[in-house]
């Protein structure tokens, strides 16, 4: 076993022992100038946001739950020096059973994988676990470069597995590990990438050591096959009015770019732009909102009181809570309804926040039939979310499934207008989105919530209702963090509307 020699230290600014994992690996596929500020200027990579780190988490449960696929293996700790793992890694090789998180290291690189089964006289299995409901391209790089490392550490490697969620998967009870996840085999894809995988370590370790920070320009690789940690620092240089605000306009907004082109307020009428396009490069110019009073007086007269406004938060955890659903699948755990009987009445507001005991889609169905009534509009925002929530959550219990049609007829979608460029102020900044439409057209906004967007909204419920370690007063005050911003969701909603009347 080809293990490095114990180091004092991580590295030294003579950058004596360089050490490239996987993730840095596959973080330098995607930019070489990340891979460069991880290893020479890591103080200057922004932390990890919450909601990043939340599935984050969610990949660490999909994990443990596929250790359980082997349940006399053994879980080894996590030594901070990669020749410790590899030594430990060595010694429980020696015991034939599935090993997880197992460490070896080969010339100047070294892996950790997720599962390492016997399969047969001194073979093994590489099984790498993901949480996606696919196989996409960049896991064969992350399969790879394992193979890689395993077979120069002198490991025999019968096959390599991609272990990833089925997508069909419905829970019934407890959870059998073997029935939600699915395997692909992926060794003749890992073995064809060898050439590609052993030139990247190679070119990898020379960028790391370079003096300066490569230059690379911002492209679509900022954001996939991840988005970049290091986004916010390169992007800092554009304008508050950048081209890349144009409304699905990022292949031109990059022909900008290259252009020198960076701001909307310097574009003149690109023969490119279309539109709804230069709807945005005027306002922006002009710095005064537009208005298509024709298309919104069209759009208000769609409209029939009551009016309901409808939002819902969910939850789409990647391993299931409840049964009859299946990986990440949206259920709601909450809505807010603010209903006006006629024009000019106050609203009256109504919402439901889940116990999180059980399946709270039975008693939100039964609330709604009462409150939606039989006639008027409901009105939500991007109504394609509220639409698949109700009729998904319908048909799962089947007394609604009749009830639902008739609902959906009347859902009017309050994003139109907007998506439509009915209307659009300069501060929506290129988004029709609730929480650029609602400050920009009114004076509310969302400034000062403990919790201000719908995936915050998501994780917090998740965190203090499935874990059992987290205090009451905690719980108690992310709930009341909860039901001040799905209500303000709502009555954002009827603002918004009492604005587009005063434009009509």
């Not at 089925?166 to 059998?176: A, S, Y």
Request: charged residues 30%; negative net charge; contains cysteine.
């Amino acid at each position: 076993m080809d293990c490095w020699p114990r180091l004092d230290g991580i590295m030294n600014n003579n950058k004596r022992s360089i050490r490239l994992s996987k993730t840095k690996f596959l973080e330098g596929l995607q930019c070489p100038r990340l891979l460069w500020y991880e290893y020479n200027r890591k103080k200057d990579i922004p932390e990890i946001d919450p909601v990043t780190q939340f599935v984050f988490d969610q990949g660490k449960e999909v994990g443990r739950l596929a250790q359980k696929m082997f349940p006399k293996g053994i879980l080894l700790d996590r030594d901070p020096f990669p020749q410790g793992h590899c030594d430990q890694s060595v010694e429980a090789l020696k015991l034939d059973k599935p090993l997880f998180e197992a460490g070896f290291v080969f010339g100047k690189a070294y892996a950790i994988a997720d599962i390492l089964a016997p399969s047969g006289t001194d073979a093994w299995d590489l099984l790498e676990v993901k949480s996606s409901t696919k196989l996409k391209d960049e896991h064969l790089y992350d399969v790879a470069f394992q193979k890689y490392i395993l077979d120069g550490s002198g490991i025999s490697l019968r096959r390599c597995f991609l272990v990833h969620i089925d997508p069909d998967f419905v829970k019934d009870g407890e959870i059998d590990s073997q029935d939600f996840f699915e395997k692909e085999d992926v060794t003749v894809q890992a073995e064809e990438l060898r050439p590609t995988i052993e030139r990247g370590i190679e070119e990898m370790l020379g960028i790391i050591r370079q003096k300066d920070a490569p230059k690379v320009p911002i492209g679509p690789h900022c954001s996939a096959p991840y988005e970049c940690p290091l986004k916010g620092v390169c992007w800092d240089f554009l304008p508050k009015d950048h081209v890349f605000m144009l409304y699905r306009g990022a292949k031109l907004a990059f022909e900008l770019y290259k252009e020198g082109i960076l701001s909307l307020k310097n574009l003149s009428d690109h023969p490119d732009l279309n539109p709804k396009q230069l709807i945005q490069v005027n306002a922006h110019r002009s710095g005064i909102p537009y208005a298509d009073k024709e298309a919104i007086r069209q759009f208000l007269k769609g409209l029939g009181y009551p009016l309901y406004f409808l939002d819902f938060e969910t939850i789409a955890p990647a391993i299931p809570v409840y049964d009859g659903t299946g990986p990440y699948q949206n259920i709601p755990f909450q809505y807010s309804l603010h209903i006006v009987e006629k024009e000019g009445a106050e609203p009256r507001h109504y919402v439901y926040l889940a116990p999180g005991d059980r399946d709270p889609r039975p008693e939100i169905l039964r609330q709604l039939k009462d409150l939606l009534g039989k006639q008027g509009s409901v009105i939500a925002y991007n109504a394609v979310f509220e639409k698949n929530i109700l009729k998904v959550a319908s048909e799962a219990y089947g007394e609604y499934e009749g009830w639902y049609p008739g609902i959906e007829e009347r859902i009017v979608d309050l994003l139109v207008p907007f998506r439509n460029f009915a209307y659009y102020h300069p501060k929506q900044e290129g988004s029709a989105s609730l929480k650029s439409v609602l400050p920009a057209i009114t004076k509310s906004n969302y400034e000062g919530l403990e919790i201000a967007d719908g995936q915050s909204a998501s994780r917090e419920y998740y965190r203090v209702t499935f874990d059992p370690k987290v205090p009451k007063e905690d719980k108690k005050r992310v709930y009341q963090a909860l039901e001040k911003y799905c209500s303000l969701d709502t009555q954002g909603m009827v603002d918004i509307l009492r604005e587009l009347r005063k434009l009509s």
